[in-house]
């Protein structure tokens, strides 16, 4: 089932493993790590999903919390930059 994101405003996108993968890349992971925490948001968007649909929000939370394992330092400069 494809997964849509609700972001702050109300809208609704389709999930989009690349936006995930470059915001990780851009705060200092490799490309290896980016692709191991995209895959494991992908899974756990799907059992976490409300009628396909998970806020942006879970999914910054999500992303910061598999990061902090596997690169602190990137997961630091990750947490650190809001999209304006």
């Known amino acids: ?3 849509k994101v609700e972001k702050k405003d109300g809208r609704l996108e389709d999930f989009d493993r690349h936006k ?3 915001g990780v890349v851009k705060s200092g992971a490799s490309p290896e790590e980016a692709e191991s925490i ?3 948001i992908e899974t756990w968007a799907q059992g976490v999903a409300m009628g396909g ?3 942006s929000s ?3 939370t999500k992303v910061l919390e598999l990061l902090r394992s ?3 330092e ?3 400069s990750f947490e650190t930059y809001k999209k304006a």
């Open 58 to 60: 879970d999914i910054r």
């Open 38 to 40: 995209v895959t494991q």
């Open 20 to 22: 995930i993968s470059g």
């Open 1 to 3: 089932m494809p997964i």
């Open 70 to 72: 596997v690169n602190p």
């Open 53 to 55: 649909v998970v806020q």
């Open 74 to 76: 990137a997961a630091a």
